[in-house]
T-cell receptor
Framework: AQSVTQPDIHITVSEGASLELRCNYS??????LFWYVQSPGQGLQLLLK??????LVQGIKGFEAEFKRSQSSFNLRKPSVHWSDAAEYFC??????????FGKGTKLSVIP | NAGVTQTPKFQVLKTGQSMTLQCAQD?????MSWYRQDPGMGLRLIHY???????DQGEVPNGYNVSRSTTEDFPLRLLSAAPSQTSVYFC?????????????FGEGSRLTVL
């Protein structure tokens, strides 16, 4: 069975600082990987996705993620965090079917 | 575009009551699913459907029932609500045109069972 691990439950950063959220996925020949963001009281919005090609993918709101097969990782990064980025972030893995397996999420707090 | 619409947004039930959470999508997606979200647990798949007339169980199906009579609608039924079903429920859909299995989510339904 697929599994997705987000090691950090809660991260706090200062506004303007850089951010990296970690995600490790279980082995898969061709993983489809996603990062979603959930603002308080809202549904989940897709930030970015990877399924093939360039291992560095760009998403919305200035986020990017890098796929590293050797480390089974798909970490999310942003060079300068804004207060509006405070939210919960979920990494997810698919396998070509429609079902996604989600990590347990990382809550991001931003200090002004 | 409406996307995925869930109703109601909030509901309070007493133990043993039944109710249905509604989900509708207007993107002609084949795949629809229900997740529940609990603190520290992430999203867990309850039931899913790959087309009208086809449903299957996910990770946590007990206590829930689904049907898929049309492509657009995928209601989730709680037959006899229990406090353990207090949660936020999300409906999501996907279609072949998305190519990669990206899910589109509704805004969620917050259910409290007393």
């Amino acid at each position: 069975a697929q599994s997705v691990t987000q090691p950090d439950i809660h991260i706090t950063v200062s506004e303007g600082a850089s951010l990296e959220l970690r995600c490790n996925y279980s082995y898969g020949a061709t993983p489809y990987l996603f990062w979603y963001v959930q603002s308080p009281g809202q549904g989940l919005q897709l930030l970015l996705k990877y399924f093939s090609g360039d291992t560095l993918v760009q998403g919305i709101k200035g986020f990017e993620a890098e796929f590293k097969r050797s480390q089974s990782s798909f970490n999310l990064r942003k060079p300068s965090v804004h207060w509006s980025d405070a939210a919960e972030y979920f990494c997810a893995q698919g396998a070509g079917s429609y079902q996604l397996t989600f990590g347990k999420g990382t809550k991001l707090s931003v200090i002004p | 575009n409406a996307g995925v619409t869930q109703t109601p947004k909030f509901q309070v039930l007493k133990t043993g009551q039944s109710m249905t959470l509604q989900c509708a999508q207007d993107m002609n997606h084949e795949y629809m699913s229900w997740y529940r979200q609990d603190p520290g647990m992430g999203l867990r798949l309850i039931h899913y459907s790959v087309g009208a007339g086809i449903t299957d169980q996910g990770e946590v199906p007990n206590g829930y029932n689904v049907s898929r009579s049309t492509t657009e609608d995928f209601p989730l039924r709680l037959l006899s609500a229990a406090p353990s079903q207090t949660s936020v429920y999300f409906c999501a859909s996907s279609g072949r045109k998305t190519n990669t299995g990206e899910l589109f989510f509704g805004e969620g339904s917050r259910l409290t069972v007393l």
